[in-house]
């Protein structure tokens, strides 16, 4: 490669990485917690999680007894929205309901209600009160912004030319220069572990970005053929392109439905696929004989998401069945997508992602302090503009890991009072603006950092801490919650650790004393 194309790639890659830095930390940070997504709301719910064991139970109430009680509840729900049940399981040993009803003013409300697995008597517990897994998510996917989901594409596609232009700078030393890690020197030192862990985490990141891109571009695309080619009708073009479409009820019977007929249709999804098990029933119309019933199925360690069948609720016959792998296109979506979360690996598959995600967080981080170290000692550098590329940098980097950080200890001390919907995406951006302050007044960037990153580490701390002295003090967590919550406290320490190790690596060495006399 000549040697103009080498510098041609490296100030793209430079430049590139600093742009997108920002949003890529975030994405990065939030969708490592989010691997834990489930888990962290489990953590969540801890101190209010009621006592109960799907193991110590012989029998849980049938899945028809709690839509009647949702049913027997006389609100109007819309025609074209299902009730959602999640069926027990041993991580969540009780039913869970979603559904959306409809006021006398026209307004759409989203409720959920839990329901014991032994009595089916509801309990006092709103898992919306438990946001935090939630709101990680969405921050990854979308940045709870307008237009979110087309600018994390954008950055997406971004970080993927960079993965690319960055295994181009190495590819003539990445074997000889593979285990070079200069300690001396501290910019070197910085380089060599952005290129380290740059070309060891290489088939992750090309993993997440092809399918980070694949995910959010592929909205615009939908968009764009569903107008220019379906006139507007994305169901058309779904079903089109064989994805799965839910039932749509377009005209009651105005006959009751019986009930009863859910619990057949589990047995008999039950029976045609033994190796999986009912994840979730959805009932369209669910008080009308029109209305249709949606059972997924699920298997543990797979590739392969739900296997859905659709049954009438007159009278229980199967209508028709689902599986993504019937469809190229829906099979290859359901495959990346599985690659992308990590599900089919279980908890240690999510462990090395989320090991894995820290890695290009050090990456990120890493390639700013370079860049911005760089121009800080050059002379001709506008000081007012750098300052202002410091202190957004530090912000939307170090100050990501503060503003995560101050959201579980949000979700963990915050006043029941307190909705977590209202209190947690606000309290994020305030911390971020908070240590774009801090950015704007720290002298030079290194130091900035550094006292971010021991800031952050010590916010982590707190809720492992707090969690282990009420152990100590004689609380336990129900027994299906103990592997939730180990998950997230090691997850929570594991990032605090992460924090002081950088700041260890970034503090500037000592200089020895030297007691020889100075000469002319």
Request: glycine share 6%.
């Amino acid at each position: 490669m000549k040697q103009s194309t080498l510098k041609n790639f490296t100030h793209a890659h430079a430049w590139l990485g600093l742009i997108i830095s920002g949003v890529l930390m975030i994405v990065f940070v939030c969708g490592s917690m989010s691997f834990f997504r489930e888990n962290i709301v489990l953590w969540d719910m801890q101190y209010d999680a009621p006592k109960t064991d799907l193991a110590s139970q012989k029998q849980h109430v049938p899945v028809s007894t709690i839509a009647k009680q949702i049913s027997d509840q006389g609100h109007t729900m819309p025609a074209d929205h299902g009730v959602f049940i999640e069926l027990p399981t041993q991580a969540q040993p009780f039913y869970v309901s979603y559904f959306e009803i409809e006021t006398p003013e026209g307004e759409h409300v989203d409720v959920n209600q839990s329901f014991d697995p032994e009595t089916g008597q509801r309990y006092d517990l709103d898992q919306e009160d438990f946001y935090l897994g939630n709101m990680l998510y969405r921050m990854h996917i979308n940045l709870m912004l307008p237009g979110g989901t087309e600018l994390v594409g954008i950055v997406s596609l971004i970080f993927f030319v960079m993965v690319f232009t960055g295994t181009l700078i190495l590819l003539k030393k990445i074997i000889s220069h593979y285990y070079q890690y200069r300690v001396d020197r501290r910019k070197d030192t910085y380089l060599d572990g952005h290129s380290i862990i740059g070309i060891s985490t290489l088939p992750y990141t090309f993993l997440f970005a092809l399918t980070g891109v694949m995910f959010n571009l592929s909205i615009l695309l939908q968009a764009g053929f569903g107008f220019a080619v379906f006139k507007g009708n994305i169901p058309a073009l779904m079903a089109t392109a064989d994805f799965y479409a839910p039932p749509r009820i377009t005209e009651l019977s105005g006959q009751p439905a019986d009930l009863t007929l859910l619990d057949d249709m589990v047995e008999d999804a039950q029976r045609r696929y033994l190796e999986q098990s009912v994840y979730f029933l959805n009932i369209f119309a669910p008080n009308d004989q029109a209305g249709q019933v949606e059972v997924a199925m699920t298997a543990h360690h797979t590739l392969d998401q739900l296997t859905r069948l659709t049954y009438s609720l007159a009278d229980g016959r199967l209508i028709k069945e689902y599986k993504p792998s019937q469809s190229a296109t829906a099979g290859t979506y359901s495959v990346l997508s599985s690659l992308h979360f990590g599900e089919y690996g279980g908890n240690t598959l999510k462990f090395i992602y989320f090991l894995l995600g820290l890695a290009c967080c050090y990456m990120i981080l890493t390639g700013n302090l370079i860049w911005l170290e760089k121009r800080e000692n050059n002379r001709k550098q506008s000081k007012r503009g750098l300052q202002f590329v410091k202190a957004m940098t530090l912000a939307l980097s170090s100050g990501t890991l503060i503003a995560v950080a101050c959201t579980f200890i949000a979700a963990r001390f915050a006043p029941e009072s307190w909705s977590q919907v209202s209190l947690l995406p606000p309290l994020f951006g305030v911390m971020i603006l908070v240590c774009l302050v801090h950015g704007w007044f720290s002298k030079n960037v290194r130091g900035g950092m550094i006292q971010q990153l021991y800031i952050a580490a010590m916010l982590a701390l707190i809720c492992p801490l707090y969690d282990l002295v009420q152990m100590l003090l004689g609380h336990t967590p129900p027994s299906y919650l103990i592997v939730d919550v180990w998950l997230v406290t090691i997850a929570q320490m594991l990032v605090a650790g992460f924090c002081l190790l950088l700041v260890r690596h970034h503090r500037p060495r000592a200089k020895a004393f030297n007691l020889a006399p100075a000469v002319s």
